[in-house]
């Protein structure tokens, strides 16, 4: 079992930036990947960056790119994403995930074991 708490959400005017923050407790040593996603109201969920808990590889979806990045912290158990240069169209609520074997791929929902409840992003025009 792995636990998943998101913060750092809130509300930012176009161009600002925040830092998002993802503590993981539990079997953490298990994890092999971690994900952000995000939901905006009425649509689907989608993927926005990954990173490999050992080695730290990242991949991002090409409408973050440039502006997000994702890192991790393995003494604190804790993912980041800093966003910068933020759009009105990054409005969502942002959750992060937890992937524990190598399986599937990097953006795919159904290929994360568990996620936290997610913490709300607002981007004002």
């Known amino acids: 079992q792995v636990q998943l708490v998101e913060s750092g959400g809130g509300l930012v005017q176009a161009g600002g930036s925040l830092r998002l923050s993802c503590a993981a407790s539990?079997?953490?040593?298990?994890?092999?990947?971690m994900g952000w996603f995000r939901q905006a109201p009425g649509k689907e969920r989608d993927f926005v960056a990954a990173?490999?808990?050992?080695?730290?590889?990242?991949l991002y979806a090409d409408s973050v790119k440039g502006r997000f990045t994702i890192s991790r912290d393995n003494v604190k158990n804790t993912v980041y994403l800093q966003m910068n240069s933020l759009k009105p169209e990054d409005t969502a609520v942002y959750a992060c995930?937890?992937?524990?074997?190598?399986?599937?791929?990097?953006?795919?929902?159904?290929?994360?074991?568990?996620w936290g409840q997610g913490t709300q992003v607002t981007v004002s025009s």
């Open positions: 995930a937890a992937q524990m074997t190598v399986r599937g791929s990097p953006g795919g929902v159904l290929d994360y074991d568990y």
């Open positions: 539990g079997r953490t040593f298990r994890m092999y990947r």
């Open positions: 990173i490999l808990w050992s080695g730290g590889s990242t």
